[in-house]
């Protein structure tokens, strides 16, 4: 099995981060994710700024929604 790793890279203006597991587990940046886990990924600017972008592994992703374990998790949050 590959190492299902997170990352989550952030600008100094998104607030949070949310990443939770079906279960209700959360989980940080660096920490190892079981594979087949069903992940909700939330991301909440600071106040006076918006979401520019969110993308995980490369891919746009729609914040609130949920991605399946695979491989390692590459989250990117940038605002605007």
Known sequence: NAEN???ITKDD???SVSVVGAGGTI???GQ?????????ITVAPK?????KTLTVNGNPFTN???ITVQTAINIVA???
């Open 5 to 7: 790793w997170l990352n």
């Open 13 to 15: 203006n998104i607030s």
């Open 27 to 29: 989980y940080s940046s």
């Open 32 to 40: 190892l994710i079981p594979e087949n886990e069903v992940l909700t």
């Open 47 to 51: 106040e006076n700024y918006t979401i």
């Open 64 to 66: 609130g929604g949920t």
């Open 78 to 80: 940038e605002s605007e």
